[in-house]
Nanobody, 118 residues
Framework: VQLVESGGGPVQPGGSLRLSCTAS????????MSWYRQAPGKERELVAS????????NYADSVKGRFTISRDNERKTVYLQMNSLKPEDTAAYYC????????????WGQGTQVTVSS
């Protein structure tokens, strides 16, 4: 199983980025997908999640109204559209896949760095 993130990079405050995570080696529609992030010296935190069918989403309070998670089950890809970025959004962003029938079966991507700075 592989989860490969892309789309990170430097951006100015107020800017936008779209992260992508493409899965291989698993039946994508059987997995709820999430984005986590971890800033230096801080614990990893859940940013957003989306159900296996894409009909239910959840967001951390800190990103509500600014970030949007979506998925394309045909492309086996989950996205995180990030708008109105703030310096405090700077972190490594990780893709996470959780098997809908057994939570102990899960996978992580390698992470992509987002740096928000002027």
């Amino acid at each position: 199983v592989q989860l490969v993130e892309s789309g990170g990079g430097p951006v100015q405050p107020g800017g936008s980025l779209r992260l992508s995570c493409t899965a291989s080696g698993l039946t994508f529609i059987d997995y709820a997908m999430s984005w986590y992030r971890q800033a230096p010296g801080k614990e990893r935190e859940l940013v957003a999640s989306i159900s296996h069918g894409g009909d239910s989403t959840n967001y951390a309070d800190s990103v509500k109204g600014r970030f949007t998670i979506s998925r394309d089950n045909e492309r086996k890809t989950v996205y995180l559209q990030m708008n109105s970025l703030k310096p405090e959004d700077t972190a490594a962003y990780y893709c996470y896949a959780g098997f809908r029938f057994r939570l102990s079966i899960n996978y992580w991507g390698q992470g992509t760095q987002v740096t928000v700075s002027s």
